[in-house]
């Protein structure tokens, strides 16, 4: 299926206004000249977003608040991270995906890139939303700062874009071995440009083993988001 991102010429892009930060407080006011922002970026698909955390730069170098619970309560998100991941690459190409954990031990995850760039992808797999089977492919990189939130219910990967990458996620459970699984990151439904050729990837051997989206039994619900 088509994707719903910012990268590509399908995009689609609602644009919140700026999470302003003084004091403590939050409010969705215009952008204006404060201590502290973040700019949501929210896409067609259902309770994923992006955070754009601002830089302050002087001559010694910058200041960013790179995570704000404030940020992600604005946009209903109250779960609690419990773990923070690093991952280092060395190479163009490393794809690491399609993963998810399936219930109890299902996961959040805010990601970024720390250094270089990847493409960060998402996967609706909640059976009955009416984005089911659709994407989200974001750049992320130590340029655009960008980090994208994914809830629950959706398949994660993300390849390099260019060598010596580093990305950093927070999840909101802990890495369970007996309910991680897996999809097809070359899934022809999913209809995924990785921006890269397919004898180019670099990707560990069990995810090359990973099945088609109609393969796997569905473990997610959609809920409609409660206006």
Not at 63 to 85: I, P, W
Not at 141 to 162: D, R, V
Not at 173 to 178: N, R
């Amino acid at each position: 299926m088509p994707p719903t991102d910012l990268v590509g010429t399908t995009a689609d892009r609602l644009e919140a206004p700026v999470l302003r930060v003084n004091n403590g407080h939050g409010s969705s006011e215009p952008f204006g000249r404060l201590s502290a922002a973040m700019h949501i970026e929210q896409f067609s698909i259902e309770d994923i977003f992006a955070i754009v955390p601002v830089k302050r730069v002087d001559d010694r170098g910058f200041f960013s608040e790179t995570y704000r619970s404030e940020a992600l309560r604005s946009q209903g998100v109250t779960a609690d991270f419990v773990q923070e991941n690093h991952v280092y690459s060395a190479e163009r190409g490393v794809l690491r995906g399609l993963h998810f954990q399936t219930p109890p031990r299902a996961q959040g995850k805010l990601v970024r890139c720390i250094r270089g760039a990847i493409l960060d992808v998402a996967v609706d797999i909640r059976a009955k939303s009416p984005t089911y089977g659709c994407h989200v492919a974001l750049e992320l990189s130590a340029e655009n700062w960008k980090q994208l939130w994914l809830p629950p219910g959706f398949a994660h990967g993300y390849i390099t874009l260019e060598p010596d990458c580093e990305v950093i996620y927070k999840v909101t459970d802990y890495w369970a071995p007996d309910c991680e699984r897996g999809l097809a990151w070359n899934d022809p439904s999913l209809g995924i440009d990785w921006r890269c050729s397919s004898s180019d990837i670099i990707m560990a051997d069990k995810d090359r083993r990973n099945p088609r989206l109609s393969d796997v039994d569905p473990v997610f619900n959609y809920s409609p988001r409660i206006p």
